[in-house]
């Protein structure tokens, strides 16, 4: 079932995008947009931004490497799914787990 959103389909598309690359959620973040669409997106990719800090954090820890190489795959798996279901029209998608935990970030 698609969900529709107040983004357009050219500028809020692509900083919504920019929610799930890394550190470039801060330029979404810097459009100081208060709507309901960059607010889901932001607590998302900052979400799936901190999974990817401790992971590497994990990673330089010797016996928990192992166990973290094996999780390495999954903010970027999380990413991708977020990024495809935008550009596909579902532009209000919860992540599963990730938008629990996002939605308890107040921007």
């Given at each position: 079932?698609?969900?529709?959103?107040?983004?357009?389909?050219?500028?809020d598309l692509?900083?919504?995008?920019?929610?799930y690359?890394?550190?470039?959620?801060?330029?979404?973040?810097?459009?100081?947009?208060?709507?309901?669409?960059?607010r889901?997106?932001?607590?998302?990719?900052?979400?799936?931004l901190?999974?990817?800090?401790?992971?590497?954090?994990?990673?330089?820890i010797?016996?928990?490497?192992y166990?973290?190489?094996?999780?390495?795959?999954?903010?970027?798996?999380?990413?991708?799914?977020?990024?495809?279901?935008i550009?596909?029209?579902?532009?209000?998608?919860?992540?599963?787990?990730?938008?629990?935990?996002?939605?308890?970030?107040?921007?």
């Amino acid at each position: 079932m698609e969900q529709s959103s107040s983004a357009s389909p050219n500028g809020d598309l692509i900083y919504g995008v920019l929610c799930y690359l890394g550190i470039l959620w801060i330029v979404s973040l810097l459009m100081n947009k208060k709507n309901e669409f960059f607010r889901l997106h932001l607590g998302q990719g900052l979400v799936i931004l901190i999974l990817e800090a401790i992971l590497a954090v994990l990673n330089r820890i010797p016996l928990l490497h192992y166990i973290s190489s094996w999780l390495w795959f999954l903010p970027g798996l999380l990413s991708v799914l977020a990024i495809i279901k935008i550009l596909t029209g579902d532009t209000m998608y919860h992540v599963p787990v990730v938008f629990d935990i996002g939605k308890s970030f107040k921007f």
